[in-house]
């Protein structure tokens, strides 16, 4: 049976987020928190797989103690183990060191519940942005990667296949690669699902496995956290808001509206051809 590992993170719900004026900061408190939607999107393809041809789905994230319920929403999907590795030492931790500390617990994963045949990664973070963390990953790993999929087109256990369209700018690329692979979903991929009553039922009572830096005795504690952060962010900054000017424009008949307009696209054209002038 394919075992297939999907990464998750919670992040601030994007239709909350507010940034202090004073620092250019995000203000993370008061604002919820939800499981970045690219990584549903991971989650939805490993369920898809699982109902179609069977597979063992374990789902993973980095984060404080409150990402449990981001752990427990997979697992009220489909899911059937779920692992938090949480510790103050992986605290301020940029992509580097992130996908470090990932790709040791994907490999610890591999170790306790046998080897990992495909990891799915969101192709970013929305609070992120960077789509860093999964090749990253695939790396540490010696992974083959498949980045930006909209579409996995087959899964063949037998001879270790996994057949996907990549959505590149000037077109679809159709790659077949070997397992084990990581690959990074796009929104297009699928649409996720919703929760049953019996799996909500079973997260409600589900308690994820815990992995601390105690769990990990070879870790580098140089390559964890902030210490294991070579970013720095030297200036942050919010866009100023440009005003927009606006012009109603009032009619009898579409016709005379369409004369305005024209006239208004006019006047506005020559103004710029001699503010060039």
């Known amino acids: 049976m394919l075992h297939i590992v999907v990464c998750i993170k919670q992040v601030p719900d994007s239709r909350e987020i507010r940034i202090d ?25 490993a369920l898809r ?11 993973v994230t980095m984060g404080p103690p409150p990402a449990e319920k981001g ?24 992509t580097l060191a992130t996908s470090y500390v990932v790709a040791r617990t994907i490999r610890k994963i591999a170790e306790t519940w046998g080897p990992v045949d495909i990891v ?39 001879n270790r296949k996994v057949r996907v369209h990549r959505l590149l700018e000037d077109g679809i690329e159709v790659v077949e690669t070997s397992m084990p692979v990581l690959i990074t979903a796009l929104k297009e991929l699928n649409k996720v699902r919703r929760a049953s009553l019996p799996g909500m039922i079973r997260a409600a009572r589900y308690k994820p496995t815990v992995w601390t830096t105690a769990d990990f005795p070879d870790l580098e504690r140089a390559k964890i956290g902030l210490k294991g952060s070579p970013t720095i962010v030297a200036k942050t900054w919010v866009p100023e808001i440009k005003a927009v000017k606006t ?24 103004q710029t051809v001699l503010d060039w002038a």
């Open 120 to 158: 799915f990664c969101g192709k970013q973070t929305l609070d992120g942005d960077t789509g860093q963390v999964g090749p990253g990953v695939a790396c540490r790993l010696d992974l083959e990667q498949l980045t930006y999929v909209n579409q996995v087109v087959k899964v063949d256990e037998e």
């Open 71 to 94: 752990l427990k929403e997979c697992i009220s999907l489909g899911a059937d183990d779920a692992v938090l590795v949480t510790d103050r030492g992986f605290a301020g931790a940029d």
């Open 21 to 45: 004026p004073k620092n250019n900061t995000l203000i993370r408190q008061g604002v919820p928190s939800i499981v970045n939607f690219y990584d549903m999107h991971g989650l939805e393809e």
């Open 247 to 270: 012009q109603m424009i009032t009619c009898d008949s579409p016709e005379a509206g369409a004369a305005q307009l024209a006239d208004q696209l006019l006047t506005k054209d020559m």
């Open 49 to 59: 797989i699982k109902d179609e041809q069977g597979a063992r789905i374990t789902v």
